[in-house]
């Protein structure tokens, strides 16, 4: 079974700060993707980045980079420059890729980002 | 080109009532999967629809149905309503199983 982990319910982050969402997972898979996604309060699930098991290098989408450390099984968002358009909730999810990926994905609680002027 | 459409946006019924949600996924998508979230959780896994068949299903009771059809637009039936049952619906949906999921605005559903 896969577990996904979001320690931080909440923060606070000053305009134009860096921010750092952790997200921690648990699976025996050995292909799986990461993703994270952002909902803001309309209820959309909005598709930030992804990173393969399997990856090398750390995915990167713009103002956002996932900080992959597949050792310690961590997963970390990374938005750089703060906007205050970037408030919402951020929830990190997975899924194994093994089995033809019909798998859908394992969601973690999420974080609610509040970008303060 | 319309992303993915989800009907109706807000529902509310009685216990032990039927609803029907319906999704349209977003154009050349063949692939369509539902989600249940409860306030102040995560999305959870219900089932994945692909060339009109249940491919995977989460963790959740039969009262839990779908269908897919041939233009691949997709319904969620949910029999006796349980209060619990009360959540934000979302449909996702994807070519093949592409890494990219694209989710609909969701149906609040309100049980009562």
């Known amino acids: 079974a896969q577990k996904i982990t979001q320690t931080q319910p909440g923060m606070f982050v000053q305009e134009k700060e860096a921010v750092t969402l952790d997200c921690t997972y648990d699976?025996?898979?050995?292909?799986?993707?990461l993703f994270w996604y952002k909902q803001p309060s309309s209820g959309e699930m909005i598709f930030l980045i992804y990173q393969g098991s399997y990856d090398e290098q750390n995915a990167t989408e713009g103002r956002y980079s996932l900080n992959f450390q597949k050792a310690r099984k961590s997963a970390n968002l990374v938005i750089s420059a703060s906007q205050l358009g970037d408030s919402a909730m951020y929830f990190c999810?997975?899924?194994?890729?093994?089995?033809?990926?019909?798998?859908?994905?394992?969601f973690g609680k999420g974080t609610h980002l509040i970008i303060q002027p | 080109d319309a992303g993915v459409t989800q009907s109706p946006t807000h529902l509310i019924k009685t216990r032990g009532q039927q609803v029907t949600l319906r999704c349209s996924p977003k154009s050349g998508h063949d692939t369509v999967s539902w989600y249940q979230q409860a306030l102040g959780q995560g999305p959870q896994f219900i089932f994945q629809?692909?060339?009109?068949?249940?491919?995977q299903r989460g963790n959740f009771p039969d009262r839990f149905s779908g269908h897919q059809f041939p233009n691949y637009s997709s319904e969620l039936n949910v029999n006796a309503l349980l209060l619990g049952d009360s959540a934000l619906y979302l449909c996702a949906s994807s070519l093949g199983q592409s890494r990219q999921a694209f989710f609909g605005q969701g149906t609040r559903l309100t049980v009562v």
């Open positions: 999810a997975m899924r194994d890729l093994s089995g033809g990926g019909a798998d859908g994905l394992t």
């Open positions: 629809y692909y060339e009109e068949e249940e491919r």
């Open positions: 699976t025996s898979d050995q292909s799986y993707g």
